[in-house]
Nanobody
Framework: QLQLVESGGGMVQPGGSLRLSCAVS????????IGWIRQAPGKEREGVLCISSIGGIINYTNSVKGRFTISRDNARNTVYLQMNSLTPEDTGVYYC????????????????WGQGTQVTVSS
């Protein structure tokens, strides 16, 4: 059974860092792209970053450029989202999701989703 489980969320002060993990089970990660999508309170879901099966990256939002990075460890079936220089505007629930195939979708439409992890940036 396919599962995506996010972890690493929490509360952090502005300027701080967090690393989110997405542990995938039930499928070999080698063949699929994985994306991170977030939803701020009262707002629609917003794509953040995606990494393809061969390491190609799509950035869905300019607001995270230079601050967030995505990486994958296929041996551990895990994808990471490193978030630096966090601001209150980064607050929200962060979801990881599996794409339909090995390519990152040009728009953040994914086949399977995790339950999400809360990130709160506040002083």
């Amino acid at each position: 059974q396919l599962q995506l489980v996010e972890s690493g969320g929490g509360m952090v002060q502005p300027g701080g860092s967090l690393r989110l993990s997405c542990a995938v089970s039930g499928v070999t990660l080698d063949y699929y792209a994985i994306g991170w999508i977030r939803q701020a309170p009262g707002k629609e879901r917003e794509g953040v970053l995606c990494i393809s099966s061969i390491g190609g990256i799509i950035n869905y939002t300019n607001s995270v450029k230079g601050r967030f990075t995505i990486s994958r460890d296929n041996a551990r079936n895990t994808v990471y989202l490193q978030m630096n220089s966090l601001t209150p505007e980064d607050t929200g629930v962060y979801y990881c999701a599996r794409a339909y195939d090995n390519r990152c979708p040009l728009t953040p439409e994914y086949r399977y989703w995790g339950q999400g992890t809360q990130v709160t940036v506040s002083s």
